[in-house]
């Protein structure tokens, strides 16, 4: 359905962003959002060269037409944003920023083989772009390219360590490449981590690989996590059945 999410900070206006997610998306696609948070009684809506370091000794017109892309994908103007985007990297072609948030409209727009360009571009001009590098590992998810997907959540932990989306996005990937023992290791990183306690397709994952390992009573644990953390989630009833009948094998 569609949900609203809010980020609310100490020092900062409160921001909004919408986003839509498919009744019958596959299991575990990831869903990447930028929010540009404004600290208080700041006017103006969008990221300047001030605020935001990835525009330092970028041209002013190539800014201005980058700050549109952001107003626009704001008001969920995927197709818009990507305009404006580029006609920022037409002004300033090493405008990695400008590629990144590309990508990340033609992720809302559920393009990823056109994200995947985008994505790579931004790398291309600053490699140590993290943001670049996790859109990129999800747009490769999306494409069900799983070898390497996990390869980009990968070199993304490699950079930073304490990631639990990271950690569970590459987990997945390695359980849609059947490498379980991995994946489970990754998932249960995944919520371990700061942050990552609420993730309740970790427990999904962990109990469908407990459950391929005959451990029956930890598969019904982590299944019920699952529950806990998502009631509503559109295969709850068959995941309730699932629990009844490991608890009967327990």
């Not at 596959?26 to 600290?39: D, E, K, N, P």
């Not at 037409?90 to 920023?97: E, T």
């Not at 993290?130 to 390497?148: H, M, T």
Request: no cysteine; net charge positive.
């Amino acid at each position: 359905g569609n949900y609203m999410i809010t980020v609310r900070a100490n020092g900062y206006q409160t921001e909004n962003e919408s986003m839509t997610i498919e009744r019958f998306a596959a299991a575990g696609q990831g869903y990447q959002m930028t929010f540009h948070l404004r600290v208080l009684g700041q006017t103006k809506t969008i990221p300047t060269a001030r605020s935001n370091a990835r525009l330092v000794g970028v041209p002013k017109d190539a800014v201005d037409k980058f700050e549109k892309g952001i107003d626009k994908m704001s008001k969920n103007d995927a197709k818009g944003a990507v305009a404006s985007f580029d006609e920022a990297i037409a002004a300033y072609p090493q405008f990695a920023a400008a590629f990144y948030e590309k990508g990340a409209a033609y992720l809302k727009l559920s393009d990823p083989d056109k994200a995947t360009e985008s994505f790579v571009k931004a790398i291309s001009i600053d490699n140590t772009y993290l943001e670049a590098k996790y859109g990129y590992g999800l747009a490769q998810f999306q494409r069900k390219n799983y070898e390497v997907s996990a390869a980009a959540f990968n070199d993304v932990l490699q950079q930073k360590q304490d990631m639990p989306e990271a950690h569970l996005n590459l987990g997945i990937s390695l359980f849609y490449l059947k490498n379980v023992d991995a994946a489970e290791a990754e998932l249960k990183k995944s919520v371990s981590t700061k942050g990552g306690e609420d993730l309740a397709l970790a427990h999904l994952y962990l109990g469908q690989i407990y459950a391929e390992k005959k451990r029956n009573a930890d598969a019904a644990t982590e299944l019920q996590k699952y529950l806990d953390l998502a009631p509503k989630a559109p295969n709850a009833e068959r995941i309730k059945s699932a629990i009844a009948n490991l608890k009967k094998q327990s």
